[in-house]
């Protein structure tokens, strides 16, 4: 079945630092990847997404690129901020599907709590 | 933007008892959802829930879960004899479609300990 293996953590860094958190998946065809965050008291929030190889999501200054060949999707930041203290989670949906079904059964990694310090 | 709303944060039963989770999902969404997280543990699919009926469940999701959606703006999920490992963390999400890459918004959580 489908899995997401996540850099174990917690991550500490100080403020301007380079950010990254190693995600590897298994998974059958083409998935969709993820990376969800989820601030203190907050539900899980969609940062940023990738549905097909070599495409690369960005948002808020965090990047991914979809890489089939190492079934990787790494997420990376230039210069973190003590905002983005929070845990972030990488995800994958299953590839296409005949049939119409749904695509919103999520399968998670174990999540990465980062904390910036200033 | 608009939020996924879940009640209670925290709840608090006896082995046993039953227990129901609420949910108001996103008034214009179609597509409704309950992951759980048992603490130190991933972020687990239970069911989804489509058309009044579910759509999808995992393994975890037996006959002691159910899903309702009673009056078209809460989405419920209820487990009829809770046991002690039941305890977790509860997520509703919802999404407009069911489209690859599409979106799920969470809610922030019902924290379920069972004693």
């Known amino acids: 079945g489908n899995s997401v293996t996540q850099m174990e953590g917690p991550v500490t860094l100080s403020e301007e630092a380079f950010l990254t958190i190693n995600c590897t998946y298994t998974?059958?065809?083409?998935?969709?990847l993820f990376w969800y965050v989820q601030y203190p008291g907050e539900g899980l929030q969609l940062l940023l997404k990738?549905?097909?190889?070599?495409d690369k999501g960005s948002n808020k200054g965090f990047e991914a690129t979809y890489r089939k060949e190492t079934t990787s999707f790494h997420l990376e930041k230039g210069s973190v901020q003590v905002s983005d203290s929070a845990v972030y989670f990488c995800a994958l949906t299953r590839g296409w599907v005949a049939g119409g079904t749904s695509y919103g059964k999520l399968t998670f990694g174990q999540g990465t709590i980062l904390t910036v310090h200033p | 933007e608009p939020e996924v709303t879940q009640t209670p944060s925290h709840q608090v039963t006896q082995m046993g008892q039953e227990v129901i989770l609420r949910c108001v999902p996103i008034?214009?969404?179609?597509?409704f959802y309950w992951y759980r997280q048992i603490l130190g543990q991933k972020v687990e699919f239970l069911v989804s829930f489509y058309n009044n009926e579910i759509s999808e469940k995992s393994e975890i999701f037996d006959d002691q879960f159910s899903v309702e959606r009673p009056d078209g703006s809460n989405f419920t999920l209820k487990i009829r004899s809770t046991k002690l490992e039941d305890s977790a963390m509860y997520f509703c999400a919802s999404s407009v479609g069911g489209s690859r890459g599409e979106k799920l918004f969470f809610g922030s959580g019902t924290q379920l300990s069972v004693l």
């Open positions: 990738a549905t097909k190889a070599d």
């Open positions: 998974a059958t065809g083409y998935p969709s």
């Open positions: 008034s214009n969404h179609l597509y």
